[in-house]
């Protein structure tokens, strides 16, 4: 049997997971004339709901007696550590491209990945049925594209399939007639080079990434280069250093649609997992014997962001109780390492420094966590500086904006004091301009909250990390302050009506707070203590007017994410699996003089 390995790259929305979907269904259909369920690539809750892909995940089907490998990749920057391991797994790439936008910024950022590694990519020109579609200039930008990006000339001769993904329909012509997605099988089998391999060498393969398993603990997933292996063989590891050291296969796992397959041999091609008793880094060799040379070392991307993770000790913890304890925290995270391989955390106290690539990685460990019933409190975002030659050094990335081009002289007034450096400014017919900068990763830590104020909404923001520069100098977070609460108690419409027109109100009357817990934004630069629990007097005369007009604006109600990016450096975000609230660190009045004096 032949093994075609692909991976599968595309922007957010441009219908990468409803391909896969498609290949999937009729795969299956062909092979067993039935048919599967809907969007089986979005296995985890929070990808169904962010709508992007966050965890890399492998999947394979049957067409013509050739096994295809078929890895879906996370678009996005913060998870380019993964992208990159992944991309060594493969022979060729599908990216796919939405018929109207074209490529966007983070397809950029894996197309230039993919190059560099010397794939060919497939690609596939989606949802051709929009009535605004452009393929034609389309494809033409993904020539500029990878033009741009340096793809050599095999590379700029890319093959081109049109589809609905949605349809399940694929086609090599514009003007073709097809009713399935027979079209795009047939590319990749012409156009992905089968997989080199020679089973009568002795085994090799690399570890790319790692799964778990309640029942096998922890699996290496990875491909085979070379040679064959069996359950019970005696392997080598050969780490990056070139030490080695001995071990032994428990147990072997291939793919079949969907499903982890166990067999008792692999060969050379295929995607696998493996699972033993001896521990294995990624990156590492698993070779036959001791002679034979180890594979190019997978790099793991250092972290450029850290939080602090913390017991909740706020008047509110374990109301919601079911983990609250430092204890269960440290298990917790320490469970993460096990196939987070890009996370790093320091367990020197009961504050666990947790670091990872960006916000969004740390957020979705956070939002897991709060949904599994952990309490928990987290500090606000550090980026993770580096020191060389005695100069402190800072990350920087580029950042893409669209926005409405009425909105990009605002943007870029506000821009220029977090140390931002234009790059490239573009206005288009339709009215959007697109910004590029250079910044400090800093920089962009509290802003989100303000370009989605001052855009409206309508807005694309994609960064990418260029490297490491001596640092630029103090950055301003936030330039508005905090309205705390001065009691305890729930918030009454009275008090939220008397104190809305200073700033927007991120609470609801009836919501239980505590003294020195944030609940509005203060216009001014300084924190003001309010009272929100103040009722009003009652009197022996009542009008009805008065309380019809006590209407409160609808609050601004902040998710994860959001609050994460909003805090400053003297507060924490709350995080219960029903609530997240954002408060001071210090909740008593000897505690913050301390804290200011000792500032």
């Given at each position: 049997?032949e ?6 790259i595309?922007?957010v929305?441009?219908?990468k997971t ?5 290949l999937l ?18 296995s ?5 709901e962010?709508?992007?892909?966050i ?17 879906d990749?996370?678009w996005?920057?913060d998870?380019s550590?993964?992208v990159?391991?992944?991309l060594?797994m ?6 796919v491209?939405d018929?109207?936008e074209?490529?966007?910024?983070q ?14 990519p ?11 579609a ?17 793809a050599?000339?095999?590379?700029l001769?890319?093959?081109?399939v049109?589809?609905i993904?949605?349809?399940?329909i694929a ?19 012409e156009?992905?080079?089968p997989?080199e ?11 790319a990434n ?20 069996k359950?019970g063989q005696?392997?080598?590891?050969i ?9 032994k296969?428990a147990?072997?796992?291939?793919t079949?649609?969907l499903?982890?397959v166990?067999?008792k041999?692999a060969?050379?091609g295929?995607v ?20 034979q040379e ?10 450029t ?8 000790n ?5 109301r ?9 925290i ?15 955390i ?5 504050e ?17 966590m709060?949904r599994?019933g ?5 500090g ?11 100069k402190?050094l800072?990350?920087?990335?580029e ?7 009425e909105?990009a ?8 004091k977090?140390k931002?450096e234009m ?8 009215g959007?301009?697109?910004?590029i900068?250079?910044?400090?990763s800093?920089g962009?830590?509290?802003?989100k909250?303000e370009?989605?104020t ?8 994609a960064?990418?990390?260029l490297g ?10 936030r330039e508005?302050?905090?309205m705390i609460s ?11 009506w ?7 109100i991120?609470?609801?009357?009836q919501?239980?707070v505590?003294?020195?817990m944030?609940?509005?934004e203060?216009?001014?630069w300084?924190d003001?203590?309010?009272?929100p ?9 009542r ?6 007009a ?6 601004r109600?902040?998710n ?6 909003y805090?400053?450096?003297d507060?924490?975000v ?18 913050r003089?301390?804290?200011k004096?000792n500032?």
């Amino acid at each position: 049997m032949e093994f075609r390995n692909v991976a599968i790259i595309a922007h957010v929305d441009h219908g990468k997971t409803t391909l896969v979907d498609a290949l999937l269904k009729q795969s299956w259909t062909f092979r067993e004339n039935q048919e599967v369920g809907t969007r089986l690539m979005d296995s985890n809750d929070q990808e169904k709901e962010r709508g992007i892909t966050i965890y890399s995940k492998n999947t394979a089907v049957y067409y013509k007696d050739t096994k295809i490998n078929i890895i879906d990749t996370p678009w996005h920057a913060d998870f380019s550590s993964e992208v990159e391991r992944v991309l060594r797994m493969v022979d060729s790439v599908v990216l796919v491209v939405d018929a109207y936008e074209g490529p966007m910024p983070q397809t950029k950022f894996v197309l230039k990945k993919s190059l560099e590694l010397g794939l060919k990519p497939l690609v596939v020109i989606n949802k051709i049925d929009k009535p605004s579609a452009r393929p034609d200039w389309v494809v033409d930008e993904v020539f500029e594209l990878m033009e741009k990006l340096g793809a050599n000339d095999e590379q700029l001769d890319f093959p081109v399939v049109y589809a609905i993904a949605r349809d399940g329909i694929a086609k090599k012509h514009l003007d073709d007639e097809s009713n399935d997605i027979t079209p795009l099988f047939e590319s990749i089998l012409e156009n992905v080079p089968p997989a080199e391999a020679d089973e009568n060498k002795p085994f090799k393969m690399q570890i790319a990434n790692l799964d778990y398993d309640n029942f096998l603990w922890r699996m290496w997933v990875g491909r085979i280069y070379d040679g064959k292996v069996k359950v019970g063989q005696q392997v080598v590891i050969i780490d990056n250093e070139w030490n080695k050291r001995k071990g032994k296969i428990a147990d072997i796992l291939t793919t079949e649609w969907l499903n982890k397959v166990k067999v008792k041999e692999a060969v050379a091609g295929d995607v696998i997992q493996i699972a033993w008793i001896s521990d294995i880094f990624v990156g590492e060799t698993v070779c036959e014997n001791e002679e034979q040379e180890p594979l190019p070392p997978i790099k793991i991307d250092e972290p450029t962001y850290k939080m602090k993770f913390l017991v909740n000790n706020s008047p509110f913890a374990g109301r919601e109780w079911k983990y609250v304890t430092s204890r269960q925290i440290r298990e917790r995270l320490e469970k993460e390492l096990e196939t987070n391989v890009w996370l790093k955390i320091n367990f020197w106290s009961d504050e666990f420094e947790v670091a990872g690539r960006w916000e969004l990685h740390l957020s979705v460990l956070i939002e897991t966590m709060r949904r599994e019933g952990f309490e928990l409190q987290v500090g606000a975002p550090e980026v993770v500086m580096k020191e060389k030659d005695g100069k402190k050094l800072e990350p920087i990335e580029e950042v893409t904006i669209f926005t409405p081009s009425e909105f990009a002289g605002s943007i870029i007034e506000k821009l220029w004091k977090r140390k931002w450096e234009m790059q490239h400014m573009e206005e288009d017919e339709n009215g959007q301009t697109t910004l590029i900068f250079k910044i400090p990763s800093r920089g962009l830590i509290g802003f989100k909250w303000e370009f989605v104020t001052m855009t409206k909404g309508e807005w694309i923001i994609a960064s990418t990390l260029l490297g490491y520069e001596p640092y630029k100098g103090a950055i301003e977070k936030r330039e508005v302050g905090a309205m705390i609460s001065g009691e305890n108690g729930k918030t009454m419409n009275f008090s939220l009506w008397n104190l809305q027109d200073r700033w927007p109100i991120f609470v609801t009357a009836q919501t239980e707070v505590y003294e020195w817990m944030v609940i509005w934004e203060h216009l001014k630069w300084w924190d003001l203590v309010v009272n929100p629990c103040k009722n009003k007097k009652l009197t022996n005369v009542r009008a009805s007017w008065t309380d019809e007009a006590m209407k409160l604006t609808p609050p601004r109600i902040m998710n994860l994410e959001q609050s994460i990016d909003y805090i400053w450096n003297d507060e924490y975000v709350e995080i219960t699996p029903n609530h997240i609230r954002i408060r001071k660190i210090h909740l008593k009045e000897n505690e913050r003089k301390k804290a200011k004096k000792n500032s």
